[in-house]
């Protein structure tokens, strides 16, 4: 093959790839449109709009300044990201979205007077009415059971905290997807739940990195004792939790309890797990749990549910 001829092919090949790259740009950008304009449509925001679209060769596709606006509201995503998509499927097997910097262009909400902690904390992750948080969403429903999808939901708090929680759910991908409920939610504004669903487990676990250190200054302050004093106090009336509670709380309270005291030294994991009786299948545990909560068994609700606390 001569030169001009390989300059040629070459050529046609990269005209080719921007061919389809921006034929998946643009069609990119019209499924986000429809889908904000969907958002819009149904009154749940009265402006739904970005300011920049970017799809990666790798088929991430990224939104900046992602603006969602009430009349009493407003909120502008600084960077949001869906990766991990599948493509071969409606609605898709698994997918990823994350979110970067949440800012408050009407100021950030003042929480001073219904919670002076809360409004510390959102103090100590904003910059210039930005929320430094990151939050992941994913899902990916396993390979040789459609029924069967794993869940993460992460919320990173720079400084301060880290919380995740992983669960499992079956036949919800199948027959209620997440896309399906949330069409079904936008068109009737009522939520809409799986009847047959299960969760076999689920996973909560906080990771502290500051937050426990603002938290035990704020009760210093508010009570004028030191942190230390403040930290005894606290991990006291924890360790004792079960000696001031109804007798139907008393063994939830000093498992737990015992948990949140070690919780309260810093830079610890405290980790809640379920794996629910009856494989977690929903319509069967909700009325075992109502009857234990209606008769105040909550000895039964922490049975029923598997509940696990541990501190590491």
């Given at each position: 093959?001569?030169?001009?001829s390989?300059?040629?092919?070459?050529?046609?090949?990269?005209?080719?790839?921007?061919?389809?790259?921006?034929?998946?740009?643009?069609?990119?950008?019209?499924?986000?449109?429809?889908?904000?304009?969907?958002?819009?449509?149904?009154?749940?925001?009265?402006?739904?709009?970005?300011?920049?679209?970017w799809?990666?060769?790798?088929?991430?596709?990224?939104?900046?300044?992602?603006?969602?606006?009430?009349?009493?509201?407003?909120?502008?995503?600084?960077?949001?990201?869906v990766?991990?998509?599948?493509?071969?499927?409606?609605?898709?097997?698994?997918?990823?979205?994350?979110?970067?910097?949440?800012?408050?262009?009407?100021?950030?909400?003042?929480?001073s007077?219904?919670?002076?902690?809360?409004?510390?904390?959102?103090?100590?992750?904003?910059?210039?009415?930005?929320?430094?948080?990151?939050?992941?969403?994913?899902?990916?429903?396993?390979?040789?059971?459609?029924n069967?999808?794993?869940?993460?939901?992460?919320?990173s708090?720079p400084?301060?905290?880290?919380?995740?929680?992983?669960?499992e759910?079956?036949?919800?991908?199948?027959?209620?997807?997440?896309?399906?409920?949330?069409?079904?939610?936008?068109?009737?504004?009522?939520?809409?739940?799986p009847?047959?669903?299960?969760?076999?487990?689920?996973?909560?676990?906080?990771?502290?990195?500051?937050?426990?250190?603002?938290?035990?200054?704020?009760?210093?302050?508010?009570?004028?004792?030191?942190?230390?004093?403040?930290?005894?106090?606290?991990?006291?009336?924890?360790?004792?939790?079960?000696?001031?509670?109804?007798?139907?709380?008393?063994?939830?309270?000093?498992?737990?309890?015992?948990e949140?005291?070690?919780?309260?030294?810093?830079?610890?994991?405290?980790?809640?797990?379920?794996?629910?009786v009856?494989?977690?299948?929903?319509?069967?545990?909700?009325?075992?749990?109502m009857?234990?909560?209606?008769?105040?068994?909550?000895?039964?609700?922490?049975?029923?549910?598997?509940?696990k606390?541990?501190?590491?």
């Amino acid at each position: 093959m001569s030169r001009k001829s390989l300059l040629l092919t070459v050529a046609g090949i990269v005209l080719a790839l921007a061919a389809l790259y921006a034929a998946a740009w643009f069609k990119a950008r019209s499924l986000v449109d429809e889908q904000l304009q969907q958002l819009v449509a149904s009154g749940s925001y009265e402006k739904a709009d970005y300011a920049s679209l970017w799809l990666s060769p790798l088929r991430t596709l990224t939104l900046g300044e992602l603006e969602l606006k009430q009349p009493d509201f407003d909120l502008v995503v600084e960077q949001l990201s869906v990766s991990d998509i599948d493509f071969f499927h409606a609605p898709p097997h698994h997918l990823a979205i994350t979110a970067r910097g949440l800012r408050f262009p009407q100021g950030l909400p003042d929480l001073s007077a219904t919670s002076p902690l809360l409004a510390t904390l959102l103090r100590s992750v904003s910059h210039d009415d930005t929320v430094l948080a990151t939050i992941e969403y994913s899902y990916d429903t396993a390979a040789n059971d459609a029924n069967r999808t794993l869940y993460t939901i992460a919320l990173s708090l720079p400084n301060l905290a880290e919380l995740r929680v992983d669960a499992e759910a079956l036949h919800w991908l199948h027959d209620a997807s997440p896309a399906s409920l949330m069409s079904a939610n936008t068109a009737t504004g009522q939520v809409q739940t799986p009847g047959d669903a299960a969760v076999p487990r689920a996973t909560l676990s906080l990771h502290d990195s500051g937050v426990v250190s603002i938290f035990l200054q704020a009760m210093a302050e508010d009570s004028h004792t030191s942190i230390a004093d403040a930290r005894a106090v606290l991990t006291s009336q924890l360790r004792n939790a079960d000696q001031l509670l109804p007798a139907n709380l008393r063994n939830l309270a000093l498992t737990g309890g015992a948990e949140l005291a070690k919780f309260l030294d810093g830079n610890k994991t405290l980790t809640l797990t379920i794996t629910p009786v009856h494989d977690g299948n929903i319509a069967l545990l909700q009325q075992e749990l109502m009857g234990a909560v209606l008769t105040g068994n909550y000895d039964q609700v922490a049975a029923l549910l598997q509940l696990k606390i541990a501190t590491d």
